[in-house]
């Protein structure tokens, strides 16, 4: 079954520290793949997205991600964290061929904590 | 641009009561969701609409849980009779994303709306 995994459920980090969060994939075919985050209250905003080509793509708000195919991941980084970065991160992933029963698929997400 | 609009943002209501929820996608997208999410968990897609016709509604609980969008814009997702399980976020969200054929779909990202927060007492 096609599925999306985020390992770590919370995730907590010093302000101005690195950050890598971990999303794997499982699925037939490489899927389109995103990531999300969901601030406390809000909606899902997309932080980026992979699609085809460069396998390091960057996004929003300083961060990047690399599509990895050996290892079906497609982590998120960012190189110095910042207060307002605390928040919910989701992995998704979507099939590039469409058959029955396929949909977009989130993972259950990565709570970051950033402590002062 | 107007993002894509939800309400009520706030529902409390008891066990077997029903409640309707709204959403007006950003103009011009085609592609209409509705997601569920529980407390912890990741969005679970309940239906997507292309315009006015149901693209997948595999994991709508159908017994309990409807959703229309008539003229290919609004969307009204309703619960009836609610149950204490159906306590989570309704997330609404809109994309330029179509299905051409069976082959091939363009991917596109999805616009969210803030969410209606339902708990079921």
């Known amino acids: 079954a096609q599925s999306v995994t985020q390992p770590d459920i919370h995730i907590t980090v010093s302000e101005g520290a690195s950050l890598e969060l971990r999303c794997n994939y499982s699925y037939g075919a490489t899927p389109y793949l995103f990531w999300y985050v969901q601030s406390p209250g809000q909606g899902l905003q997309l932080l980026l997205k992979?699609?085809?080509?460069?396998?390091l793509v960057q996004g929003i708000k300083g961060f990047e991600a690399e599509f990895k195919r050996s290892q079906s991941s497609f982590n998120l980084r960012k190189p110095s964290v910042h207060w307002s970065d605390a928040a919910e991160y989701f992995c998704?992933?979507?099939?590039?061929?469409?058959?029955?029963?396929?949909?977009?698929?989130f993972g259950t997400g990565t709570r970051l904590a950033v402590r002062p | 641009e107007a993002g894509v609009a939800q309400s009520p943002r706030y529902k409390i209501i008891e066990k077997r009561q029903s409640v309707a929820f709204w959403c007006n996608p950003i103009s011009g997208h085609a592609t209409l969701y509705w997601y569920q999410q529980i407390l912890g968990q990741g969005p679970k897609l309940l239906i997507q609409?292309?315009?006015?016709?149901?693209?997948?509604d595999s994991q709508l609980p159908k017994d309990r849980f409807s959703a229309e969008r008539l003229k290919g814009v609004d969307s009204t997702l309703k619960i009836q009779p609610a149950k204490l399980e159906d306590s989570a976020v309704y997330l609404c969200?809109?994309?330029?994303?179509?299905?051409?054929?069976?082959?091939?779909?363009?991917?596109?990202?999805?616009?969210f709306g803030e969410g209606s927060r339902l708990t079921v007492l």
């Open positions: 998704a992933a979507d099939p590039t061929q469409k058959s029955s029963g396929d949909k977009v698929t």
């Open positions: 992979y699609f085809s080509g460069d396998t």
């Open positions: 609409f292309q315009n006015n016709g149901v693209v997948d």
């Open positions: 969200a809109s994309s330029l994303a179509w299905t051409r054929g069976l082959l091939n779909r363009e991917p596109g990202e999805l616009f």
